[in-house]
């Protein structure tokens, strides 16, 4: 058979072009298992070449028969495996929780804009909620341009913390703030980054979170070149179907985001 | 020399609408809130061509509802997601707001229906309708009317003889295009939008499953071009009527060609993915602008159907 | 371990007639005369489908007759260019002396016509019989027919019933396709080939000429592939028949997902213009193996229609 | 406009992607004229950049609404333009000789497979009737491959003859063979290709001309490697419509060609 070597893409996982007719590709899981109460992490393996992904990039990931949920890089590696974390909210992160090692995915992306950084200086990352799920693949993106940075990570229990250390690399620390006063900072990741916003000067603060949070990080960080990273109904990923539209705005959150400066979404945010 | 004297003239007009050039969108991409409608202004559109509205506001399937495929088109199935007529007149404002002629895609599953849209339509202040009876994918919806030339009588009669508006029948590719193209001009169509999406479908050979949520959609983009060339060459040829273009419409060529078929304006929709959808709108119009210069004509408009002369 | 051990079983069965694997050219695509059936049995085909032949030699339209195309498609009228019935016999001879399965493309203006050339090619030897009732860009060939089930019932009953070899009619896309198929099968075909290619056309921008000398031709290749596996699903889901898918397929991922959606042969048209047309049958025919066995299947034919499983 | 000055593909001839949605390309007519009586000639500017053509690869070339004839390319230069050499035969040829500088020619090409020939030696081109035009293009690229080599150009009548040497670079001598003994030798191209081959030893001989002649080529020629170029009827050019086919062989002359060695067609020759 010649060259049916390559493509021994089921048992021995070649690579090999020509595996799909459409924009999803197959990948296999690695991995999937819980963090925390709160967050489970998915590895997957694509069974083709992808596009390298950058923060703050997601991918449309589809159960096959069931759904399509978009979920940010968390993380990459050299052997192009992608890394997801993600929370169970509904019947499509369920599924996708039941998924054993070696069943299939889809992927179609990387999707959005990557993040776009000036060089080195001082940033501040500041993540609640879900909105950890890509923070280690943008602090390693960051530690990388040169920047010197510090992590805030706010969420409402306790055990909903996971060992977010050990996904990440390059940061200068990690501050935890709980609600419910169970570790590190008592109070909202908001609150936090406020405070350290007032003691130091960062060239950079990125936020990923709840809309709330977003708004006051915003509102506390004017004068500093802010990002913040949203989430939206996405259904075609293509700036086509207008679902993840960020009202009163016209931006698109597939194709212009999911990373904003802060000006260019504050109606939405303010909404 | 002015810029503006340098540029050929690419103003054009349907059903009496004038228009600055030939180019709108594609009824589906964007077009159902007045910030898509902001959008589409901002990528130079000539004209905003609304999603298809329906009575009802409808959810539409959840995803996956567009791929992009290795044959370089699209493959959708929307569901015709619509916030419903009630979303019209806001979404018609915004189009006035910002200065652009504004035409509504009616869609329906009864007459009744599409007739309520399109008055409500016509009363936001509509500059046309496009009656969508075409669309492949939703039952009860489009290809079961548009395929059956009676229908399309029945449909565009009775939206045409109740609205002040001119109204566009779309058609699809069926086997009766040039009769239902006949009918809708009969029934009152001042002007027919050529051609929808064609049914498909993708299976993933891997979970052994259609990809679409819908099991199967519209293909549109690059694949459907040459099949809307003919569409368009065959119903220009029969009855010589208003024709919109649109089917896989990505660079100026692709324009050119249905317009030498007889398009007098194009619509643009899944190439509207790119990149740079204003970038894309700029460079078919400045190649437009130098074909028709480069072939020694004056307006856009003069070659219309010219590649039916002997 | 042999290598022989490590492939999947490809075999297939169309009509009752053994096949060492599912694929085989598509018709038109050389199968003209002898020396065209020695060459696709070089490229590993598992059997030979003839070009179509018409009772009268037909000289076909002269150039452009092909186009490749941006849209990754092929554009052709070649205008069912044929040496006539009276070459049959020679082209069959040589797919026996080859050892090859040979199905003879078999059309017509006429129900005469076609039982005709149906005649001379059972005689001669054909194994299968495939009707052509779907050549678009033939008047009085085709479309015409195809697109009617009632003249799809008439010519393939007025053939079944005279010939002792299968009968295989190919159909192409319409609006009727799923009766055309009911009455083909209701009519004695044993199998269904699906699809012909779709009517289209490309206009030269420079010269405002239409370009194939005969104006308007069948798009074939990628752009046709998700329509044909639609075709085919919806064929299958109706009927269950036998099944030979075609349309664009070029890799074993669009050969598998014409097997999921329901065909047991698959035909290989437009892809034959590659630089190694031996090759690429040989990487569809590994690919389809290495997918079979990584699904833990042992028979290709294990998967024919598993996308319609709930 | 912007970038529309770089669409000024009519009146400023700037080079653009998607000039065409389909395998013709435009081409502008450069010149178009007589060269003896036989033979004319004609250059063209493709609107867009075009795979660089190797001897003996031929286009498809297109006179909109008329016909599409196949023609080899007797020379490319650096600007892109390609030149044919073409006899008048039929309404194609005769179309094609009325087209003035400036009108639109449509490309299908470069079809066929190059003339793959191994480095340095001595080569012998022999060409009769309108074989000669290839024979430009040919010989620069033997020349180039380090090829001494030597050419015997056969006519009927001498008033078919033009200054072949002119638009050749690189050959050692031009032998001319006419039939009605007008000029140079007096007799076929064959036979003082034979006397030639009788004295010298070639590494390679190239033929190109009418079927009898490279017969009768191929006999003289055993042992040599010797290539002929043939023609036959090129419809579709891309091996899927069959009419090129060399019977009684199974070769397609369309994308096995048109230069084969004499073994693989001697059955066809001999026909
Ligand atoms: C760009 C982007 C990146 C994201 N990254 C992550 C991540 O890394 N980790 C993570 O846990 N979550 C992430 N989310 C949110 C995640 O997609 C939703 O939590 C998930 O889709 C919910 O689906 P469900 O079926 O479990 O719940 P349900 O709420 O029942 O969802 C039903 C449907 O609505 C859609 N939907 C619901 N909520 C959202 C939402 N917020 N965004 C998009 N679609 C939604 C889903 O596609 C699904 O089809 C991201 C969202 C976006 C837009
Ligand atoms: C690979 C190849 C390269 C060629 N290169 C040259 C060249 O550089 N210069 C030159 O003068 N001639 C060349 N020819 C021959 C040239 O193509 C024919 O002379 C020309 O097509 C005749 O067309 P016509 O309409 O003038 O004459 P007609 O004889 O009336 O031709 C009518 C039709 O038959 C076809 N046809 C007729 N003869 C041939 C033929 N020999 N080959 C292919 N198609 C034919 C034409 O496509 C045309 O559609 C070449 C042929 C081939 C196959
Ligand atoms: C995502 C998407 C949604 C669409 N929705 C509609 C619609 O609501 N109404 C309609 O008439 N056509 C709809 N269409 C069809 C387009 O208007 C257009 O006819 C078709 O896509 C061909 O044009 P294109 O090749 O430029 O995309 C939709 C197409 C796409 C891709
Ligand atoms: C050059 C060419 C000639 C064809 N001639 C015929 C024909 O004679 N009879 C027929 O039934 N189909 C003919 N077809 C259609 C093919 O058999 C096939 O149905 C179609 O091309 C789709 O397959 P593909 O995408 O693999 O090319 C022809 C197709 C091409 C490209
Ligand atoms: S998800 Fe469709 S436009 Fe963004
Ligand atoms: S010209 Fe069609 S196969 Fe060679």
Same mark, same amino acid.
């Given at each position: 058979?010649?060259?049916?070597?390559?493509?021994?893409?089921?048992?021995?996982?070649?690579?090999?072009?020509?595996?799909?007719?459409?924009?999803?590709?197959?990948?296999?899981?690695?991995?999937?298992?819980?963090?925390?109460?709160?967050?489970?992490?998915?590895?997957?393996?694509?069974?083709?070449?992808?596009?390298?992904?950058?923060?703050?990039?997601?991918?449309?990931?589809?159960?096959?028969?069931?759904?399509?949920?978009?979920?940010?890089?968390?993380?990459?590696?050299?052997?192009?495996?992608?890394?997801?974390?993600?929370?169970?909210?509904?019947?499509?992160?369920?599924?996708?929780?039941?998924?054993?090692?070696?069943?299939? $995915? &889809?992927? @179609?992306?990387? =999707?959005?804009?990557?993040?776009?950084?000036?060089? +080195?200086?001082?940033?501040? /990352? !500041?993540?609640?909620?879900?909105?950890?799920?890509?923070?280690?693949?943008?602090?390693?993106?960051?530690?990388?341009?040169?920047?010197?940075?510090?992590?805030?990570?706010?969420?409402?229990?306790?055990?909903?913390?996971?060992?977010?250390?050990?996904?990440?690399?390059?940061?200068?620390?990690?501050?935890?703030?709980?609600?419910?006063?169970?570790?590190?900072?008592?109070?909202?990741?908001?609150?936090?980054?406020?405070?350290?916003?007032?003691?130091?000067?960062?060239?950079?603060?990125?936020? $990923? &979170?709840? @809309?709330?949070? =977003?708004?006051?990080?915003?509102?506390?960080?004017? +004068?500093?070149?802010?990002? /913040? !990273?949203?989430?939206?109904?996405?259904?075609?990923?293509?700036?086509?179907?207008?679902?993840?539209?960020?009202?009163?705005?016209?931006?698109?959150?597939?194709?212009?985001?999911?990373?904003?400066?802060?000006?260019?979404?504050?109606?939405?945010?303010?909404? | 020399?002015?810029?503006?004297?340098?540029?050929?003239?690419?103003?054009?007009?349907?059903?009496?609408?004038?228009?600055?050039?030939?180019?709108?969108?594609?009824?589906?991409?964007?077009?159902?809130?007045?910030?898509?409608?902001?959008?589409?202004?901002?990528?130079?559109?000539?004209?905003?061509?609304?999603?298809?509205?329906?009575?009802?506001?409808?959810?539409?399937?959840?995803?996956?509802?567009?791929?992009?495929?290795?044959?370089?088109?699209?493959?959708?199935?929307?569901?015709?997601?619509?916030?419903?007529?009630?979303?019209?007149?806001?979404?018609?404002?915004?189009?006035?707001?910002?200065?652009?002629?504004?035409?509504?895609?009616?869609?329906?599953?009864?007459?009744?229906?599409?007739?309520?849209?399109?008055?409500?339509?016509?009363?936001?202040?509509?500059?046309?309708?496009?009656?969508?009876?075409?669309?492949?994918?939703?039952?009860?919806?489009?290809?079961?009317?548009?395929?059956?030339?009676?229908?399309?009588?029945?449909?565009?009669?009775?939206?045409?003889?109740?609205?002040?508006?001119?109204?566009?029948?779309?058609?699809?590719?069926?086997?009766?295009?040039?009769?239902?193209?006949?009918?809708?001009?009969?029934?009152?169509?001042?002007?027919?939008?050529?051609?929808?999406?064609?049914?498909?479908?993708?299976?993933?050979?891997?979970?052994?499953?259609?990809?679409?949520?819908?099991?199967?959609?519209?293909?549109?983009?690059?694949?459907?071009?040459?099949?809307?060339?003919?569409?368009?060459?065959?119903?220009?040829?029969?009855?010589?009527?208003?024709?919109?273009?649109?089917?896989?419409?990505?660079?100026?060529?692709?324009?050119?060609?249905?317009?030498?078929?007889?398009?007098?304006?194009?619509?643009?929709?899944?190439?509207?993915?790119?990149?740079?959808?204003?970038?894309?709108?700029?460079?078919?119009?400045?190649?437009?602008?130098?074909?028709?210069?480069?072939?020694?004509?004056?307006?856009?408009?003069?070659?219309?159907?010219?590649?039916?002369?002997?």
């Amino acid at each position: 058979m010649g060259k049916s070597e390559e493509l021994r893409i089921w048992s021995g996982e070649r690579l090999k072009r020509d595996v799909s007719t459409h924009s999803i590709i197959p990948a296999r899981v690695v991995l999937n298992r819980a963090l925390s109460r709160r967050f489970h992490i998915i590895k997957v393996r694509p069974l083709t070449l992808i596009k390298r992904p950058k923060p703050v990039q997601f991918f449309m990931v589809w159960s096959p028969g069931v759904d399509e949920l978009p979920l940010s890089v968390a993380g990459y590696n050299a052997s192009g495996e992608i890394t997801f974390i993600y929370e169970i909210k509904g019947p499509g992160t369920r599924r996708l929780s039941e998924l054993k090692p070696d069943s299939f $995915v &889809g992927l @179609k992306g990387p =999707l959005g804009r990557p993040l776009e950084v000036a060089d +080195g200086g001082t940033a501040l /990352v !500041v993540t609640g909620g879900s909105g950890v799920a890509p923070v280690p693949f943008i602090t390693k993106h960051l530690a990388s341009k040169g920047y010197q940075l510090e992590v805030v990570w706010g969420v409402k229990r306790g055990d909903e913390l996971f060992n977010l250390c050990s996904l990440m690399s390059g940061f200068e620390y990690l501050n935890i703030a709980t609600e419910d006063c169970s570790a590190g900072y008592c109070g909202l990741a908001s609150e936090l980054a406020k405070s350290l916003l007032s003691k130091t000067r960062y060239d950079l603060v990125v936020g $990923v &979170g709840p @809309k709330k949070m =977003l708004e006051s990080l915003c509102k506390a960080t004017l +004068g500093v070149k802010t990002y /913040v !990273v949203l989430e939206a109904i996405v259904k075609c990923g293509l700036g086509l179907c207008g679902s993840c539209v960020l009202q009163p705005t016209d931006r698109l959150l597939c194709v212009d985001g999911p990373a904003f400066k802060c000006e260019e979404v504050i109606e939405y945010l303010e909404q | 020399m002015s810029t503006l004297s340098s540029e050929a003239d690419l103003s054009t007009a349907v059903a009496g609408v004038k228009l600055k050039h030939v180019l709108m969108n594609a009824s589906g991409v964007l077009g159902a809130l007045p910030e898509h409608v902001t959008r589409l202004a901002n990528y130079g559109l000539a004209a905003v061509v609304t999603k298809t509205f329906t009575k009802r506001p409808r959810e539409g399937y959840g995803p996956p509802i567009i791929l992009r495929l290795e044959n370089i088109g699209f493959l959708n199935a929307v569901g015709l997601a619509n916030p419903g007529v009630g979303a019209v007149p806001q979404v018609v404002r915004r189009g006035k707001e910002l200065g652009l002629p504004i035409m509504v895609s009616v869609g329906g599953s009864t007459v009744e229906e599409y007739v309520e849209v399109a008055s409500v339509s016509a009363d936001a202040g509509a500059d046309l309708l496009e009656l969508n009876l075409s669309c492949p994918h939703t039952m009860g919806y489009g290809l079961d009317v548009g395929s059956d030339p009676s229908n399309v009588f029945e449909v565009t009669k009775a939206v045409a003889s109740v609205s002040k508006v001119p109204v566009v029948a779309k058609l699809g590719l069926s086997d009766n295009y040039i009769k239902s193209a006949g009918k809708a001009l009969e029934a009152g169509a001042k002007a027919l939008t050529l051609i929808n999406t064609i049914r498909a479908m993708v299976i993933d050979v891997y979970s052994l499953r259609p990809v679409l949520s819908n099991v199967f959609g519209g293909l549109s983009g690059p694949p459907l071009h040459p099949i809307a060339v003919k569409v368009v060459y065959d119903v220009y040829r029969e009855f010589s009527p208003e024709i919109i273009g649109v089917g896989g419409v990505t660079n100026w060529v692709t324009a050119a060609e249905l317009v030498l078929a007889g398009a007098k304006a194009i619509q643009v929709g899944s190439a509207l993915s790119s990149n740079d959808p204003r970038e894309l709108i700029r460079s078919i119009l400045g190649g437009l602008s130098e074909w028709v210069k480069g072939l020694e004509y004056v307006r856009l408009t003069d070659l219309v159907g010219l590649a039916h002369r002997k």
